[in-house]
């Protein structure tokens, strides 16, 4: 089963406007992390934000919110007042367990944003 | 280092050549990961290092895949006899140990994009 689904391999949205860029988890570890990254065309792979299992409050990183539903398994990226420069691919990923750093992978979500 | 870094940026290889991959971490940072992402893809997870310990090597898609890391720093990814399913980007990257669950995210390199000819 995939441990990472992002069922949008595309999305497009206006300028200004809010996305919801969708990731369902599949652990039955109580305690994972779940990490949102931005992928440029240029390539380099960049942080946005973090979501801990045992997190009581949704994590917030500037225009970046993650909303987290532990009891669906979701953990979806909102981007609030898109702007031209988010265009680029999101990947969802998930660490199991306290004592592993290993990531695993969403196949991603590209984000188009358009004027 | 200021951040991962990663050599060749390119490599072109012909089929059944071996290559050879650099990553060399941020100091001080004593998790260092491997993955590959193909043309489109997602990242897969090939291999993880994590200080003294045995490396998880779970994500290596063969026998060809191998890799090591000299004095807990700089890692070497060896793919033997290349082929072209080969082909792809490896992203190397690097953290600080997880924990309690903190936030320790990655600092990923620019990749190695492979060709295998």
């Known amino acids: 089963a995939q441990k990472i689904t992002q069922t949008q391999p595309g999305m497009f949205v206006q300028e200004k406007e809010a996305v919801t860029l969708d990731c369902t988890y599949d652990?039955?570890?109580?305690?994972?992390?779940l990490f949102w990254y931005k992928q440029p065309s240029s390539g380099e792979m960049i942080f946005l934000i973090y979501q801990g299992s045992y997190d009581q409050q949704n994590a917030t990183e500037g225009r970046y919110s993650l909303n987290f539903q532990k009891a669906r398994k979701s953990a979806n990226l909102v981007i609030s007042a898109s702007q031209l420069g988010d265009s680029a691919m999101y990947f969802c990923?998930?660490?199991?367990?306290?004592?592993?750093?290993?990531?695993?992978f969403g196949t991603g979500t590209r984000l188009q944003v358009f004027p | 280092g200021a951040g991962v870094s990663q050599s060749p940026s390119n490599k072109v290889t012909e089929k059944g050549k071996d290559v050879e991959l650099r990553c060399d971490p941020i100091s001080g940072h004593t998790a260092l990961y491997w993955y590959r992402q193909s043309l489109g893809q997602g990242l897969e997870f090939l291999i993880y290092?994590?200080?003294?310990?045995?490396?998880?090597k779970s994500g290596l898609p063969s026998d060809r895949f191998s890799a090591e890391r000299t004095g807990g720093s700089v890692s070497t990814l060896t793919i033997q006899r290349t082929q072209q399913e080969d082909s792809a980007v490896y992203l190397c990257?690097?953290?600080?140990?997880?924990?309690?669950?903190?936030?320790?995210?990655?600092?990923f390199g620019s990749g190695t994009r492979l060709t295998v000819v």
């Open positions: 990257a690097s953290s600080l140990v997880a924990q309690q669950g903190t936030n320790y995210g990655y600092t």
């Open positions: 290092f994590q200080g003294n310990s045995a490396p998880d």
């Open positions: 990923a998930m660490r199991e367990g306290l004592l592993t750093d290993k990531l695993i």
């Open positions: 652990t039955s570890d109580p305690s994972y992390g």
